[in-house]
């Protein structure tokens, strides 16, 4: 179900597995990342940042528990370009607290080398739907 999500689909963002000890991701690079100068958009690091982290707390929800990211950052360490390789988005669990849960994420390249880091605080609802 995941991966059919339109917006997943858009980025080439694939859900690879998720559960307690974390999810990952992974994104196939093509022409459509590329920002003005020709390198990867950060953006896209961002929703796989965004995306990893509010996968891999799904499995720490309790029954009729939906979740809304309320704060994210990210930190950008190298560019990444077209051609060398998948995007790969690796997200935990750091604190599951009554409300708030806390992740981090890694976005790494093809070569396992850090790209990029971030951390998002999300905001569990009690018997609420996103639509």
């Not at 009554?98 to 609802?125: C, D, P, Q, T, Y």
Request: with cysteine.
């Amino acid at each position: 179900m995941i991966n059919s999500i339109p917006y997943y689909k858009t980025l080439s963002m694939q859900l690879e597995n998720v559960g307690e000890s974390g999810s990952s991701l992974r994104i196939k690079l093509g022409d459509k990342h590329k920002n003005l100068w020709g390198s990867v958009h950060g953006g896209v690091a961002a929703s796989l940042v965004d995306t990893a982290c509010g996968l891999s707390v799904i499995p720490f929800l309790k029954d009729g528990e939906t979740m809304v990211t309320a704060v994210m950052q990210i930190q950008y360490f190298v560019p990444v370009h077209v051609g060398s390789g998948d995007l790969i988005g690796r997200g935990k669990v750091i604190n599951r607290g009554g409300h708030l849960i806390s992740a981090e994420a890694e976005i790494l390249n093809e070569e396992e080398k850090l790209v990029a880091k971030g951390g998002s605080i999300v905001r569990v609802f009690q018997n609420h739907t996103l639509e």
